[in-house]
C-alpha cells in the first residue's frame, strides 16, 4: 500500500496542475451552477465567515453531493543564504455541506492534501519533502439571532510516508462563539488544539469589525488581518487588498536515519495580498510575504536549528 500512496503524493503537482487546466476550460459552463453555492468557510476560517444566524444560508442534503468549495494553493519560501530553508508548499482542499440534526444549523466535511518540498542546509537532518491527508468536520449552530457557535474537528495523517503509526496521526479541533454585536462588529472568543507538539493550543479570540462595506478589520488570534476593497464588478466579483498575521508551519513523524522521529517547524509571516471575491467567477489570489522566528525541532531529542528569514510568494484559486 505504501508504494502505491508514496507514487500518488509525488503525483500531486501533476494533478494539480490538470486539476486547474480542467476548471479553466469548464469555468463559463458552470457560473450558472457556481452562483447557486452558499458561499461557506470551512476549518478555523469559519470564525471570519461566519455571517449573522439569521442569514445562515439554507442547504438541503443532496449539497453534500456537490462540492461547496474547492480550493487549490502553492506557496514558495526562498532559501536565502547559507542558514536559509526553502519550501514549496501545495495544497488541494474541497468542502462539501449539509443539514445539522435540527435543520437550523449546518454541517461542513472539508478533505484536503498537503505536499511541502523541503530544502534545507547541509548538515540539517530533513527529509525532502512532507505530506499531510485531513478531513475536517465542522458545526456552525445559530444559538439566536446574534449568536452562533462553531465547533469543528479535523483528523490527519502527516509524515513524510517512511514513518508512521501513532506519531503520524494529527488532531486539530476548535470550538468558537461569535456574537454579532451591531450590524458592523462581531466578537469571537474560542480556543483550538493545533495538533502540533510545539504550540498544542491557541486562542482564538477577537474582533472583526467592518466600519464600512469596503473595510473589514479582523484583530485577534490566529490570523489577524485588514483588508480594504479596491473595486467593486458586479457579477466579476469584488476586487480587495489585504494584510495580514499568520503562524505557520506543523509536525510531521519522520524517518530520522532509521529512527522514527518527529519533525517540526515553526514560523511567522507578515503578508501583502490582493484577492478577488464573488460567486460567478473564479477566485483567485496573490500574495508576498516576509518569514521570520523560523525554527526546526525534534521531539526525541534537544536539537533545534533556526533557519533566516526569508521572503514568501503565495498565489492560489478558489471556486
Keep these: 500500500m505504501w508504494p502505491e500512496l508514496l507514487e500518488l503524493f509525488k503525483r500531486f503537482p501533476q494533478l494539480v496542475i490538470q486539476t486547474c487546466l480542467v476548471v479553466s476550460c469548464c469555468e463559463v459552463a458552470c457560473s450558472e451552477e457556481i452562483q447557486q453555492r452558499p458561499q461557506t468557510g470551512h476549518s478555523l476560517d469559519f470564525e471570519a465567515q461566519a455571517p449573522p444566524a439569521a442569514q445562515l444560508p439554507a442547504i438541503g442534503w443532496q449539497s453534500l453531493f456537490k462540492p461547496q468549495q474547492i480550493s487549490m494553493r502553492g506557496t514558495w519560501i526562498g532559501a536565502s543564504g547559507e542558514d536559509g530553508l526553502g519550501v514549496t508548499d501545495l495544497s488541494l482542499s474541497t468542502s462539501f455541506s449539509m443539514p445539522g440534526p435540527d435543520m437550523k444549523s449546518f454541517i461542513s466535511i472539508s478533505p484536503g492534501l498537503n505536499v511541502q518540498y523541503l530544502d534545507g542546509p547541509e548538515g540539517v537532518p530533513l527529509p525532502s519533502e512532507v505530506f499531510n491527508a485531513s478531513l475536517t468536520f465542522s458545526w456552525m449552530k445559530p444559538i439566536n ?98 494584510a495580514a498575521g499568520e503562524f505557520g508551519g506543523g509536525t510531521w513523524a519522520v524517518d530520522r536515519g532509521g ?42 531529542d534537544d536539537y533545534d536549528f533556526s533557519p533566516g528569514d526569508s521572503l514568501m510568494l503565495r498565489t492560489g484559486i478558489t471556486f
Design 259 to 300: 529512527v522514527e522521529d518527529e519533525l517540526t517547524i515553526r514560523d511567522f509571516r507578515l503578508v501583502l495580498g490582493w484577492e478577488r471575491k464573488g460567486k460567478e467567477t473564479l477566485n483567485p489570489r496573490f500574495e508576498m510575504g516576509y518569514v521570520f522566528g523560523r525554527k526546526i525541532e525534534y521531539e526525541s
Design 145 to 242: 439571532e446574534r449568536m452562533t457557535f462553531v465547533a469543528g474537528v479535523s483528523p490527519g495523517y502527516a509524515s513524510d510516508l517512511n514513518a508512521g503509526g501513532s506519531d503520524a496521526f494529527r488532531l486539530v479541533a476548535f470550538g468558537s462563539l461569535i456574537w454579532q454585536t451591531t450590524e458592523t462588529t462581531k466578537w469571537t472568543l474560542g480556543v483550538a488544539a493545533t495538533g502540533r507538539e510545539d504550540i498544542p493550543i491557541l486562542p482564538a479570540a477577537g474582533v472583526i469589525w467592518t466600519p464600512t462595506p469596503d473595510w473589514q478589520i479582523d484583530i485577534g488570534a490566529p490570523r489577524p488581518r485588514v483588508a480594504r476593497r479596491i473595486a467593486a464588478r458586479g457579477t466579476q466579483g469584488d476586487d480587495w487588498i489585504y
